[in-house]
């Protein structure tokens, strides 16, 4: 019988099928290097997110943005027709009876015409000269400061009181000023004035703040 001869083709074909895996295993090592090499995204995003929570968290951020927020509710108060419809008369007309009993102390005879006082010199008491603007700056800094509100209040009810008193004390001023120096009148009321109400809204409003200090850390000693 003749004896078959060993197939030797087959021996050699399971030879390409062992080359075949090793670029296989080199592939899958690459792409494990290649996504070992791509930096996460996590950790970048965390933190801006810290960032941005610490920025918002931030007492002095947030006092600006309450402070803001409240300005911006007390402008569009201020210029919407309620207010021009009816208040502005009643403060105007209050302050120009009031402002011209207290030029009469000093010897003037005025009388009144709603927001008019007249006598030797007419002066019109309109928007700006009511002290609402001043009023309103103090109370939007009171109210955004991170404190509690039972010292708010008397902080408020002072601030308003002693800024109208001012007013008053504005009013008589530039009246005596339109009788003795007509041509300094602009001026004491539109620059002088208007600058010196602004600064002492501000520094009344630090004041406060300080009080409020005083207060906190004499409640903090107690409780120790």
């Not at 030797?8 to 290649?34: C, V």
């Not at 943005?65 to 007390?74: H, K, V």
């Not at 630090?206 to 120790?224: F, M, P, S, V, Y």
Request: glycine content about 8%.
């Amino acid at each position: 019988m003749a004896k078959k001869k060993p197939n030797k083709q087959g021996k050699q074909r399971k030879q390409p099928s062992d080359a075949k895996k090793q670029p296989q295993k080199q592939s899958a090592g690459a792409s494990q290097q290649k996504a070992a090499a791509i930096p996460k995204g996590t950790s970048g995003g965390a933190s801006i997110g810290n960032r941005v929570r610490d920025f918002i968290n931030n007492p002095f951020v947030r006092f600006f943005g309450i402070f803001l927020i409240l300005m911006i509710l007390f402008y569009y108060v201020f210029y919407i027709n309620i207010y021009e419809d009816n208040l502005e008369n009643v403060f105007t007309s209050t302050n120009a009876v009031i402002g011209s009993a207290l030029i009469n102390l000093f010897g003037y005879g005025t009388l009144t015409d709603g927001a008019l006082i007249q006598g030797d010199f007419v002066m019109n008491v309109k928007r700006g000269c009511d002290a609402i603007e001043p009023i309103g700056l103090a109370s939007c800094i009171i109210l955004a400061y991170p404190t509690v509100f039972k010292r708010k209040l008397p902080g408020l009810l002072i601030g308003i009181g002693v800024l109208l008193i001012i007013n008053l004390i504005r009013i008589v001023t530039l009246y005596m000023t339109g009788i003795h120096a007509p041509k300094m009148f602009e001026v004491m009321h539109l620059e002088v004035w208007q600058f010196i109400f602004i600064v002492l809204a501000v520094l009344y409003s630090i004041l406060w703040i300080r009080w409020d200090g005083k207060k906190l850390a004499e409640e903090r000693n107690r409780q120790t």
